[in-house]
């Protein structure tokens, strides 16, 4: 089994910054894109950011120049640095692995989500 673990959100007023984390832990054989979705109250899971194995990133249109995704592979952990966060990035945020695992699955593993608000 595979865990993963988001911290770092909280209450920041508009034009500040938040770091999260998100931690892999369990059965874990390697880990091989990384990524951030965000679920504000009424729409949809949208993705965020997202960070391969080899560090090739891709980011929402609406994040760009704002948030930074990143990885240490040794600690099996992403980050995502928000800067200039605006109300609109008011947010339930989840992170996500795919994973395989030391039995040679390969599945996709979700953390329980980090609530981020930002104030106007």
């Known amino acids: 089994q595979v865990q993963l673990v988001e911290s770092g959100g909280g209450l920041v007023q508009a034009g500040g910054s938040l770091r999260l984390s998100c931690a892999a832990s369990?059965?874990?054989?390697?880990?091989?894109?990384m990524g951030w979705y965000r679920q504000a109250p009424g729409k949809q899971r949208e993705l965020v950011a997202a960070i391969t194995s080899g560090s090739s990133t891709n980011y929402a249109d609406s994040v760009k120049g704002r948030f930074t995704i990143s990885r240490d592979n040794a600690k099996n952990t992403v980050y995502l640095q928000m800067n200039s966060l605006t109300p609109e990035d008011t947010a339930v945020y989840y992170c996500?692995?795919?994973?395989?695992?030391?039995?040679?699955?390969?599945?996709?593993?979700w953390g329980q989500g980090t609530q981020v608000t930002v104030s106007s």
């Open positions: 996500n692995a795919r994973a395989t695992t030391s039995w040679g699955g390969n599945y996709l593993y």
């Open positions: 369990g059965s874990i054989a390697s880990i091989n894109a």
